[in-house]
């Protein structure tokens, strides 16, 4: 097996687990796991996961640190989530670029920031605390959201730029979550990927979505992959070269081999916007290492 988190990949759901371990498809290269599924758990969670990890290497993705929360951090919830992150070998652990609770009340949802200076200020602070204290290399994910922003802010693209770039951070950058937002907001997502530094993103998410009237559309991950996600996945790893891409399916999913079908798909676009020769030079740039230099970009990349 590659020990490499490389190519198309499929979040590790308890649903198919079973199936994907009896059959190892081939098509797979890696699977994403959310440690709050793993942490602290026995059973059948745990048997599981250990006869993944015999063939396929993993990356983490947590539900719970939203990076714009303003409370601290719990150590109770930083420090196992480290010793696991270690145990698992997780080449970078992410986590979503939002807020979840206030006034120490739990959303259980990924609500949008505020696109200000105070936000971009506070999620800095928030990331650099979370990576020192998981000593990993740390991305943050651009979420969805459904109510529109005031006018007198920044624009998402700069939001999520400038919280890289004065954070040292990395991207998960969800192709789906930029087509939904773009579609329900009427903005070029083309543009926007223009303003992202795209030497910074890790990892790539697509997901399928709801497509509920002609201006709403709504992250479900339930869904197939829609074709305008095909083509903006295609657009954005031709900007960032061979970047590891993962497969969300969280509800309605499918038997397998319906999956793999959209996993085989994925792969050829993959292998068209990611020549072979370009694979091989690009490495996940470590926590400390600068970027860019590590990561060649094929073009573009922030204006
Ligand atoms: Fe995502």
């Known amino acids: ?140 994910e651009n979420v969805s959201y459904y109510a529109p922003q005031s006018e007198d802010g920044l624009v998402e693209a700069d939001f999520v730029r400038e919280v890289l ?40 998410h697509v997901a399928g979505h709801l497509i509920e009237d002609e201006h709403l559309r709504i992250d479900t991950h339930g869904e197939p992959i829609g074709d305008g996600v095909y083509v903006l996945l295609e657009r954005v790893l031709e900007r960032t070269g061979p970047v590891p891409v993962l497969l969300e399916r969280d509800n309605n999913i499918p038997p397998l081999d319906v999956l793999l079908d959209e996993v085989r798909r994925l792969r050829a676009i993959y292998d068209r916007a990611t020549p072979k020769a370009t694979r091989a030079t690009r490495s996940t740039p470590a926590r400390g290492e600068p970027v860019g230099a590590a990561a060649p970009v094929r073009a573009g990349g922030r204006p």
């Open 1 to 140: 097996m590659t020990h490499r988190v490389e190519g198309v990949g499929v979040g590790f759901r308890i649903e198919m687990a079973d199936a994907l371990i009896e059959r190892e498809p081939p098509e797979i290269d890696w699977l994403e796991l959310h440690p709050e599924n793993y942490m602290q758990r026995g059973g059948g969670f745990t048997d599981s996961l250990a006869r993944a990890r015999e063939r396929w290497p993993f990356a983490t993705h947590g539900l719970t640190m939203c990076f714009g929360n303003t409370a601290p951090f719990e150590r109770s919830y930083l420090d196992p989530l480290r010793a696991f992150l270690r145990d698992l070998e997780t080449p970078w652990h992410s986590d979503h670029l939002c807020f979840g609770a206030a006034d120490g009340r739990m959303a259980h949802d990924l609500l949008p920031l505020p696109f200000t200076e105070e936000a971009v200020a506070n999620c800095v602070q928030r990331f650099t605390e979370a990576r020192d204290a998981l000593d990993i290399t740390l991305a943050f």
């Open 165 to 204: 770039e004065r954070a040292d951070g990395r991207m998960l950058f969800d192709v789906n979550n930029l087509y939904v937002n773009s579609q329900n907001f009427g903005f070029d997502p083309l543009a926007y990927i223009d303003r992202i530094p795209l030497e910074r993103v890790v990892q790539i």
